[in-house]
């Protein structure tokens, strides 16, 4: 079946460090991928997105491309800032009617000043 | 644009009691919504898939007759917990889509915590 691994967190970085969250997805077809971001209490937030490869999404600092030959949609940005501490959550969309999204796990960010 | 609301934000009921969390598209017509459940430190589990104006499609493992889904209307769906008991306390999350559009927008979420 369809799959999304996210790499572990904690991620805890300095201000304007670089970011580097990786993903990796396992799927029948060619799925649309996303970066979906939560802050505490809340839900979440379209980051970016890609719908076909090579296709490279961004959106406030933050990039990924959808690389279809390593399966993978890595999340960068090169200065994160103590604003940027979050839930990172990796999503592809199935395409089965309706478009539901299956998640990765979920990688936390800490931004330290 | 895509704005989705959820209310309420929070809710505390008894054991026992039911409780119902409704989920709004404010400025588009949302011919699927979602609703997910999320435990702390978790991500999001899909419980189940609503189409407006037909019966929702239930995840395997969810009781349909515990979480009533209704989806009335292009911008309305609601999520009534029956009988809420101490291990229904969690996040629940909607979320909503409009084709041809792939990705879905969602609600700021509803903490519900049954005592």
């Known amino acids: 079946g369809n799959s999304v691994t996210q790499m572990e967190g904690p991620v805890t970085l300095s201000e304007e460090a670089f970011l580097t969250i990786n993903c990796t997805y396992t799927?029948?077809?060619?799925?649309?991928l996303f970066w979906y971001v939560q802050y505490p209490g809340e839900g979440l937030q379209l980051l970016l997105k890609a719908t076909k490869a090579d296709d490279k999404g961004s959106n406030k600092g933050f990039e990924a491309t959808y690389r279809k030959e390593t399966t993978s949609f890595h999340l960068e940005k090169g200065s994160v800032q103590v604003s940027d501490s979050a839930v990172y959550f990796c999503a592809l969309s199935d395409l089965s009617p309706g478009n539901k999204l299956v998640f990765g796990a979920g990688t936390i960010l800490r931004v330290k000043s | 644009g895509a704005v989705v609301s959820q209310h309420p934000s929070r809710v505390i009921c008894k054991s026992g009691t039911s409780v119902k969390i409704e989920c709004r598209s404010l400025?588009?017509?949302?011919?699927?919504m979602f609703w997910y459940r999320q435990f702390p430190k978790q991500s999001l589990m899909l419980m189940a898939t609503?189409?407006?104006?037909?019966?929702?499609?239930?995840e395997q493992g969810v009781e349909k007759d515990k979480f009533l889904i209704n989806h009335a209307s292009l911008t309305l769906s609601t999520l009534t917990v029956t009988s809420a008991h101490p291990e229904d306390s969690s996040f629940y999350i909607c979320?909503?889509?409009?084709?041809?559009?792939?990705?879905?927008?969602f609600g700021p979420g509803t903490r519900l915590t049954v005592t």
């Open positions: 400025d588009f017509q949302a011919t699927t």
């Open positions: 609503s189409n407006e104006g037909s019966k929702a499609t239930y």
């Open positions: 799927a029948t077809g060619y799925p649309s």
């Open positions: 979320s909503a889509s409009h084709p041809p559009r792939v990705e879905q927008y």
